[in-house]
């Protein structure tokens, strides 16, 4: 498993995270399993937000019926969860924040969370009240680091305005696939490339730039949810044909490559995983790993369907 460290800090975090949203219907057996398994190959970091699970707090509810964690196992791990959106809007209100934190708390049965973050950039969004409810959550000890999700530099400037916490993380969407973040800089100024369209505005080098980890969701999707780009060769044949060499070549599964792809860049992305299953987990961790050449990532881009100008 390779390890990052987290930003502006000590402590060392994985490069795979495991994302709780499909846990809502697990049993305490099933989730106790996902959750030893992913500790056992060196996963670290662990993902919630308010809305997952059908219902608000379903899932963080079903992690801390489930997982029973002493003080000494709640140090060595990173819990992050997300809010802000609601049913039918968005609201970055400080009384909202600070509701939906404590209910996090109170479902996940701990004292507090690694990391808040703002889940969907809200247009009606007021900085000094995002600031306020910073502010007495971590006085008050209930979250100790903050971020952001899918969230543009230009809104993260916005929200530095009235901010004092340091925002840590941007959690976006990326796969081989689906990487507007990367390859629209890669052709940058090519007139009638519909690659070439900027559609995060910087914020992979903005990122580097200010020490803003990335966290990659949906990490095996084809496109905007259109299903998992592995095994589909009716559309990927040349891409699978690739990553299943390269599998192959470094002893580990389709599944380490296509995290490989996006572990090997220097901007050290996490890989949320959504997955259920134990072993999609371990393959994962084992991927993260594996250090392609420039040679075979940019082999993966191409397969991939984005070009090189």
Known sequence: MKLYRFPQTDQDMSSIILGMMRIANMGNDEIQRLFGSARDAGVTFFDHADIYGGAPHRCEARFGEAISLNATERE??????????????????KEHILASVDQSLAALKVDYLDVLLLHRPDTLVEPEEVASAFDTLQSSGKVRHFGVSNHTPGQIQLLKTAVQQPLLINQVQLSITHAPLIAAGIA?????????????NGLLDYSRIHGMTLQAWSPFQKGFFDGVFLGDRENFAELNDAIDELAAAYGVTATGIAVAWITRHPAKIQVVLGTTKPERVIEAAAGSSVSLTREEWYRLFRAAGHALP
């Open 76 to 93: 060595k791990i990173i819990l992050q969860s997300k809010v802000g959106i609601r049913k039918g809007f968005f609201d970055f209100s």
């Open 188 to 200: 940058a100024n090519m007139a009638g490339l519909e690659q070439s369209v900027d559609r995060d």
